[in-house]
């Protein structure tokens, strides 16, 4: 517990606080709570729930997630780790990726109760060319990492193959020596670097395949054609800030560099006709998608296709996503077989990967307010059948606006689309969430922070707050706008990190006492009812298609299945595959034309 002075004992402030601020709901009992090192700025949780990590002012420590003691240490003075994400390797082995206050990112491993520097991604060589990391991402496992860089207002994707397996064979190597009699404690291994994979910059339209009007259509390549507008979409848009602005262009450039780019890795999902036979371990990320800010598609790339030792060499994209308005956030389910789209004009599109086409679009009634961010909710197994069909879907989102307001969004195949306002836009700007995040142990809830320091869990059926809670009276909930805070998803418990109150210090320069505050939401007989177990793993079937006959069957069956009616389509084998491949591709201009009506 925390080592300031009080008058009281810290359980009696805590029920006094509870009995204080207790309204508008029931409140969630504080199980715990646990001093900070200094500047704790980040938490992340271990998937199977035995780890806690803190980024802070000197470095970062791993914790014991149940009984909050600190396993290791990896300290250096005036470095400040700003970001942190822990991921289990193999048993006894976890990989975390960090990025300080410098925007340099690096990969550590905790191995056998020590932490270990593996590799500094984005190592300053020259001074003017700093490099710049925005995010740093690892997939499940730790095979791939993502990290976005930024480098002379230039910014790219860089996504990168990690060697786990000589990895775990270079840390048993480091805990060898370490057990050594004569050891002083120093390890001797230089662990192998990471490779790129693959660089991903904002696509180009190749020299002479522009589009010589805005409204010009080329039929010979879908690729290419939709690079083209989304290229003449922004050029337009760069013209008419400028018009409107009175600014000038620089010489040479057309259009605004993308600020930044957002990925998601995706699992195994369907595989099409010429697409690697190999055989993918579960879990496996097998494709990453991208999107830069100000564009209209969503773009995948293969990883298995990216060239080899050739990190120089700018990769078209394996598949595109054409949208019809400007793309502001995203989401993917825990499954990754679908992803939510929330585009600019308040449209919110879903795209199914088995059939790649979309699931459906949904025109949101917050046309007053650009939507901000979105999730996935109550996202639980997929089907398993093995037969090559369709099965029924239907998936929940979560919305916010830049407003403040949050929706719900109800879709799916067969069913009509449903909104619904859980939250109307703030009076007060203390009353916007910051923080939003769905539970996934607790069916329909989902967390919200607000501006102000208020906690509660929302019931995103019922539009009502099941319980609140409360830091005790001395402390109050770090930088509110932006908490510090994990879900350790198998233990079922909130960590958050708690300031101390400036009226409960000694003196003003004293400096404020952080402490980590822990709810154990499956303690609560409040929360009993809403307490579901979540799957174990996010892996489901892969659908294989051998011809291209069944591929277009697959995307046909999901045409006749749809809420909007079509009318029932031929049999293939009686038409022909080319004519096939046409209708397919003029459906989806056709579907963006109707969503570009649907948006205006």
């Known amino acids: 517990m925390s080592s300031h002075a009080r008058k009281s004992t810290p359980e009696s402030e805590m029920e006094a606080a509870c009995k204080a601020q207790k309204s508008g709901g029931e409140t969630l009992e504080l199980c715990g709570a646990k001093q900070l090192p200094e500047s704790t700025n980040c938490l992340a949780c271990s998937e199977d729930g035995t780890y806690l990590s803190l980024g802070h002012s000197r470095g970062l420590s791993v914790w014991c997630a149940s009984s909050l003691i600190c396993a290791a240490d990896w300290l250096e003075d005036r470095l400040e780790i700003t970001s942190i994400q822990m991921t289990r390797m193999a048993e006894r082995a976890y990989l975390l990726s960090t990025i300080d206050d410098m925007g340099v990112a690096r990969v550590f491993a905790y191995h056998y109760d020590s932490i270990h520097l593996l590799s500094v991604v984005n190592i300053m060589e020259d001074i003017n060319k700093r490099s710049i990391c ?102 337009r848009q760069w013209e008419e800030h400028f018009f409107n602005t009175g600014g000038e262009k620089t010489k040479g450039r057309t259009s605004e560099s993308p600020k930044h780019c957002t990925q998601h890795f995706l699992l195994p999902c369907i595989q099409f006709p010429g697409d690697s036979k190999a055989e993918t371990q579960p879990g496996l990320p097998v494709a990453v998608c991208v999107w830069w800010s100000g564009s209209h598609n969503l773009f995948q790339y293969l990883l298995q296709k990216a060239p080899k030792n050739k990190p120089d060499v700018e990769p078209m994209p394996d598949v595109l996503w054409p949208n019809a308005k400007e793309i502001l956030c995203s989401a993917v389910s825990r499954c990754t077989r679908y ?63 830049k407003s403040g307001a949050i929706h ?69 909930i770090a930088t509110p706008c932006n908490p510090v805070y994990t879900l350790n998803i198998k233990q079922q418990t909130l960590f958050i990190r708690g300031d101390q109150h400036p009226s409960y210090r000694e003196s003003s320069e004293e400096d404020s006492q952080s402490q980590l505050f822990i709810f154990c939401f499956e303690k609560s007989d409040i929360l009993k009812q809403y307490i579901v177990s979540p799957p174990d793993s ?21 045409r006749c299945c749809g809420s909007i009616a079509v009318t029932p389509a031929e049999p293939l084998s009686e038409m022909n595959g080319e004519q096939a491949i046409d209708d397919w591709v003029q459906t989806g201009v056709d579907e963006t034309e109707d969503e570009q009506n649907v948006g205006q």
């Not at 020596?177 to 230089?190: I, L, M, R």
């Not at 298609?545 to 277009?552: D, I, K, P, R």
Request: proline letters at 6%; charged letters at 20%; one cysteine or more.
């Open 408 to 476: 719900t969004v109800t879709t799916g195949r067969g069913t009509q689309s449903c909104t619904m306002l859980l939250t109307e836009r703030p009076k007060d700007s203390g009353d916007f969430p910051a923080t939003t995040a769905s539970v996934p142990f607790l069916q329909s809830l989902f967390l919200e922070v607000q501006r102000n320091g208020k906690m509660f869990l929302q019931d995103g059926i019922n539009k009502t707050t099941v319980c609140l809670l409360i830091l005790p009276k001395t402390h109050l």
């Open 538 to 558: 996010p892996q489901q079937k892969t659908l294989s298609f051998v011809t291209l006959e069944e591929t277009c069957n697959l995307y046909l069956q999901q």
């Open 134 to 235: 925005l995010s740093f991402e690892l997939s499940e496992g730790g095979h791939y990492g993502a990290a976005s860089i930024s480098c002379n207002g230039v910014v790219w994707l860089e996504v990168y193959h990690l060697p786990s397996e000589t990895w775990l064979k270079e840390l048993e190597m480091a805990a060898s020596q370490t057990q050594e009699p004569n050891s002083s404690g120093d390890v001797d291994v230089k662990f192998s670097p990471l490779s790129v994979a693959t660089k991903i910059k904002p696509p180009k339209v190749p020299a002479g395949m522009g589009l010589n009007s805005p409204h010009e259509v080329q039929t010979t390549d879908f690729l290419i054609h939709y690079l083209a507008v989304d290229v003449d979409t922004r050029s």
């Open 339 to 401: 992803i939510a789209l929330g585009l600019d004009n308040a449209l919110v599109c879903v795209w199914d990967r088995q059939s790649g086409s979309p699931l459906s679009i949904v025109s949101m009634p917050a046309t007053e307010s650009a939507l901000f961010r979105m999730q996935f909710v109550d996202d639980g197994p997929v089907s398993t059948d093995d037969s090559q069909t369709l099965p029924e879907a239907e998936v929940h989102l979560l919305v916010v606006c």
